[in-house]
């Protein structure tokens, strides 16, 4: 997804793993050192708004108001948490086999 890249470029958070679903988006992300997650949220939420109301013509608030964010714990195994995101579409039945859903990646497991 190009904004995550954006971010990655800009230094702002390092893409871990990724879903988009049909209503919201799963991201972990190692933060930049020079970035507040709201910032971050911010941004990603304006950009990509900004890009679907011009290819799309999407009208009205895209995204709901805020964003709800979770710390890693140090005992938790980041490969862990990213195998639990990516496998939301099977969760949601939206496909039978992770790789028949296009919008993921994780750093570890590669969607390509």
């Not at 679907?52 to 013509?57: A, D, E, P, S, V």
């Not at 890693?72 to 579409?89: C, Q």
């Not at 039945?93 to 028949?100: H, I, N, P, Q, Y």
Request: charged share 25%.
């Amino acid at each position: 997804m190009l904004t995550l890249l954006e971010k990655e470029r800009q230094r702002h958070a390092k893409t871990l793993a990724y879903v988009v679903m049909p209503d919201h988006v799963h991201w972990l992300c190692d933060l930049g050192e020079r970035v507040s997650l709201s910032m971050l949220a911010g941004h990603f939420k304006g950009r990509v708004s900004e890009r679907l109301r011009r290819t799309i013509k999407a009208p009205g608030p895209l995204w709901q108001d805020g964003f709800f964010d979770r710390q890693l714990r140090p005992e938790e195994d980041p490969h862990a948490v990213a195998r639990y995101i990516v496998a939301n579409p099977l969760r949601r039945g939206l496909v039978t086999e992770l790789g028949d859903y296009p919008h993921w990646d994780a750093a570890w497991m590669g969607n390509g």
